[in-house]
């Protein structure tokens, strides 16, 4: 279950780098994929309940980190435009 870090670029241009405690979060995004903040926040909650799910399968208990990185993509996407665009920059 290898540890993936993504960044993506907000609407304001500001760039943040983002951890998946799974690669599934290769299922969700693409390196230079465009998407809405909404879509970016749905696809990020998939992602990162599916990863969570991994660990507790493989671990018994879920990942505190997905959680957090899942709350930090909540508040930084908050400040966005619901229709601007999050581009995948690296992934």
Known sequence: MP?????????DGSQEECYSPSSVVHR????NEEMS????LTRSRSALTE??????AKYGF?????????SEIEHFT?????EGKVLILKI
């Open 51 to 56: 990863a969570s799910e991994r660990v507790r």
């Open 3 to 11: 540890e993936t870090y993504f960044t993506v670029q907000l609407p």
């Open 28 to 31: 969700f995004f693409k390196k």
């Open 78 to 82: 908050s400040t966005q435009p619901a």
């Open 37 to 40: 903040v909404t879509d970016f």
């Open 62 to 70: 879920a990942c505190s980190s997905a959680a957090a990185q899942l």
